[in-house]
């Protein structure tokens, strides 16, 4: 065991646990993203995720304490805030483009962040970019113009289109960084420690801009933004889950699975249809991805 390791790591799990408990996170997830779109459309994305922010923290302090409450080292408690801050403002993003896209269309879109970590990682790490991450890059690119034509050759004005795909493509870049912090604070600190800090953090920096920002929700909004708090809970604790225990790029693949989900709840609740570009734009992406993506050697990935 290393220094970052931690108790509850040496919990004994079969192989497969982390991809399925990975696989029903998104799958919640994407439900939330639902509640989310609903509640962002009646009183914007930044009154939503405040009050989805401030509910999940008074869900998780109870479970907090019973799991003994301790207070982060102080290196702990930076990554804990870096990560909250990163995983807030790509939240905020995305609910709004929420607002301005069909679900199936902003969930491919943001597939396109692991490409973003590749040129992330060449820049804050110094790695190089090899010849198949250039080639992945042009893939995913493509990927995102086609599902792009879709959105200018529909009736929404082009304005709002452009601002929901700026919005996504932004979010999405700030999801890559929080792939790595995610990795890094799941082997230092227990599931529940890591949901308390991304719902508390993110309400407290929220908070400062309630005067001007802040819109009163509805008895209905409420029970909704409930729900998906309590949604967003259970999937940040599968996901730190997950994340101790496997691999990122390993578990990355499992996320795309979400562009179903979000296909199926955007036709449920908001009766969004999908294009075959849109479907075409989001395989170009996720083929992008899985060339770009690390190969390991068995002994590799059993150390």
């Known amino acids: 065991m290393t220094g970052l390791s931690h108790p509850f790591l040496m919990q004994r799990h079969h192989p497969h646990m982390p991809f399925l ?3 029903a996170a998104v799958a919640l997830f994407s439900l939330m993203d639902a509640l989310m779109k609903h509640a ?10 405040l009050l989805r922010s401030i509910i999940g923290t008074a869900i998780m302090v109870p479970l907090w304490r ?28 995305f609910f709004h483009a929420l ?22 990682a060449a820049v804050m790490l110094g790695e190089r970019i090899s010849g198949k991450a250039v080639m992945a ?36 870049g700030l999801y890559a960084w929080n792939l790595v912090l995610q990795r890094q604070i799941a082997q230092i600190a227990p599931p529940a420690d890591i949901a308390l800090s991304q719902h508390a953090i993110t309400a407290l920096v929220l908070l400062l801009f309630a005067p001007w920002l ?63 570009p849109t479907l075409v734009g989001g395989a170009l992406i996720v083929v992008g991805c899985w060339i770009a993506a690390p190969r390991s050697e068995p002994e590799q990935m059993a150390a």
């Open 214 to 276: 802040a819109v009163a929700p509805a008895t209905s909004e409420l029970t909704i933004l409930f729900l998906a708090a309590i949604l967003a809970t259970i999937s940040l604790l599968l996901m730190a889950w997950s994340y101790a225990r496997a691999e990122a790029q390993a578990l990355v693949p499992v996320e795309y699975s979400g562009f179903l989900w979000a296909a199926l709840f955007g036709w449920l609740f908001f009766a969004e249809n999908v294009e075959i």
């Open 137 to 172: 890059s042009a893939l995913g690119l493509g990927g995102v113009i086609l599902i792009s034509m879709v959105r200018f050759q529909s009736d929404v004005p082009s304005g709002q289109s452009l601002e929901g795909i700026a919005a996504v493509l932004v979010s999405a």
């Open 66 to 93: 019973m799991r003994g409450g301790n207070w982060p080292a102080p290196g702990h408690l930076r990554i804990h805030i870096l990560r909250a801050l990163v995983s807030g403002g790509m939240a905020l993003l």
């Open 21 to 23: 408990v990975t696989a």
């Open 40 to 49: 962002s459309i009646a009183i914007g994305a930044y009154s939503a995720l």
């Open 99 to 120: 607002t301005l896209l069909p679900m199936a269309e902003a969930v491919a879109l943001s597939f396109i962040s692991p490409l973003f970590a590749l040129y992330l």
